[in-house]
């Protein structure tokens, strides 16, 4: 009998060991996944990777915008993506909303509010901004409205948007125009030259964008000149 004490004593304090190494903690606040460009050599697009972000709003006098990671080791996150079967299930029933372009053609972003489960915070400085890091351990979602993209933004520091992919008009087109639908024969909107930049809002198709010209004064470097473009009137991808 005092040896089952013993035992179960023992245990008890490993388990209350492993909590307190493992640090949970839980937040109130908003989870957005979103996909990160990834771009070859010679500068071709290669596969996105898809990641999460957190906006923290349980301190409401100080929010902060924590990345999220699975794994890490001395220098930092080790591993941040979230790509894997499970990992795109999860978020299929986490968000209550998801465009189809999301996972159709890997891009853009989404936000969730609800509450994380979180271990392995911390912090260091970049570029005179400090950044937030933590493993993710669980999401609950609730029900609230809101759109918080620019706030995620303007507290992320360097890259608020790390989706956007931006592009140049192609100098040997022409002359080239946002139209007011994806078809040639549509009413031309917005006469680009090659000193133009786009900002790709969304894919329709394999042959066509809709894009907004490149405004740096705007908060999402969006300008309110929007359109569709065939791809092949665009080049660089940056």
């Known amino acids: 009998m005092i040896k089952n004490l013993f035992t ?22 908003v989870l957005q996944a979103y996909w990160l ?4 050599d010679d500068g071709s697009q290669a596969e996105p990777e898809l990641l999460l972000r957190f906006l923290d709003t349980s301190n409401a006098q100080k929010k902060i915008v924590v990345d ?10 080790q591993n941040s993506v979230f ?6 299930a999860r978020i299929r029933h986490d968000f ?28 260091q ?19 609230k409205s809101g759109d918080y993209t620019q706030e995620i933004g303007e507290l992320a520091g360097c890259g608020g948007q ?17 139209k007011a639908r994806p078809d040639m024969n549509s009413q031309n909107l917005v006469p680009l030259t090659t000193d133009d930049s786009v900002i790709k809002i969304r894919t329709i198709d394999a042959e066509w964008l809709y894009v907004a010209v490149y405004d740096a004064g705007k908060p999402d470097s969006m300008s309110d000149r929007r359109g569709y473009i065939r791809k092949s009137a665009l080049t660089n991808w940056y």
């Open 37 to 40: 460009p990834v771009f070859n």
């Open 125 to 143: 400085v970049e570029c005179d901004h400090r950044y937030y890091y933590a493993k993710f351990v669980a999401f609950k979602p609730v029900t």
């Open 96 to 123: 209550a909303t998801i465009p189809d372009n999301f996972f159709r053609f890997k891009e853009g972003h989404i936000e969730q509010n609800g509450v994380l489960t979180q271990s392995g915070f911390f912090s």
């Open 162 to 178: 790390p989706w956007q992919v931006g592009y140049q008009v192609n100098p040997a087109k022409g002359k080239v125009y946002l």
């Open 83 to 88: 790509g894997k079967p499970e990992d795109i």
């Open 68 to 77: 999220l990671y699975k794994e890490r080791n001395a220098d930092g996150p």
């Open 8 to 29: 179960g004593l023992l245990l008890l304090c490993g388990l209350s060991s492993l909590a307190n190494a493992d640090n949970l903690t839980q937040h109130p606040g």
